[in-house]
């Protein structure tokens, strides 16, 4: 079947730390592979997206790449801010069809 | 500006009572989306719809209806069936599949609580 799976959170850093959060799928055919942000109270919005096997997603300095060879899609940040404090989804859309899966998401914490 | 509108943004329901959310899009997208999304959980589909007058049940459908009567519109219902509606619920819709971006665009939620 088709899946997700996050690192389980949360990850607490110091403002201007190094951010990895690791995702891995599971999926049948070639699927597109996304990142969501999730601030409290609100809905998801786009962080970035990779739709074939190396394609780099990149937005407001996090950036991810489709592995396709180790089924991964793990989103980094050089120097994460307050701001940045949220839940991070990772996501894929099954390949051929409109059906989404999530993670169980990731809770960031930065302090200052 | 284009984008999704859920309401209410906040809803109260008496235990037995039917409530029905409010889902609408100017995107013109032809796929819409609800999920269900409990503390500390991920996202689980409820229903989705590619097409008006068309929709199919998701992961955890039971105690839930919807209709899709225009493409703008997509609205859940949250019957008394339904035995632990207390959640936070997300609409949301995408392109169609043979588009070139294809990723989800996600409305503010409404809260439900059941007194």
């Known amino acids: 079947g088709n899946s997700v799976t996050q690192m389980e959170g949360p990850v607490t850093l110091s403002e201007e730390a190094f951010l990895t959060i690791n995702c891995t799928y599971t999926?049948?055919?070639?699927?597109?592979l996304f990142w969501y942000v999730q601030y409290p109270g609100e809905g998801l919005q786009l962080l970035l997206k990779?739709?074939?096997?190396?394609d780099k997603g990149s937005n407001k300095g996090f950036e991810a790449t489709y592995r396709k060879e180790t089924t991964s899609f793990h989103l980094e940040k050089g120097s994460v801010q307050v701001s940045d404090s949220a839940v991070y989804f990772c996501?894929?859309?099954?390949?051929?069809?409109?059906?989404?899966?999530f993670g169980t998401g990731t809770r960031l914490k930065v302090l200052a | 500006d284009g984008g999704i509108t859920q309401s209410p943004k906040y809803l109260f329901r008496k235990e037995g009572q039917n409530v029905t959310l409010s889902c609408e899009q100017n995107?013109?997208?032809?796929?819409m989306y609800w999920y269900r999304q409990d503390p500390g959980q991920g996202l689980r589909l409820i229903y989705y719809?590619?097409?008006?007058?068309?929709?199919q049940k998701g992961d955890i459908a039971e105690g839930y209806s919807v209709s899709r009567e225009k493409k703008e519109s997509f609205p859940l219902t949250v019957t008394s069936a339904q035995k632990n509606p207390t959640a936070f619920y997300l609409c949301?819709?995408?392109?169609?599949?043979?588009?070139?971006?294809?990723?989800?665009?996600f409305g503010p939620g409404t809260r439900l609580t059941v007194l």
């Open positions: 719809s590619q097409i008006v007058n068309d929709f």
């Open positions: 990779a739709t074939k096997a190396d």
């Open positions: 996501a894929l859309r099954v390949s051929g069809t409109y059906k989404y899966i």
């Open positions: 949301a819709s995408s392109i169609a599949v043979g588009g070139a971006y294809n990723e989800q665009f």
């Open positions: 999926a049948t055919g070639y699927p597109s």
């Open positions: 995107l013109n997208h032809d796929a």
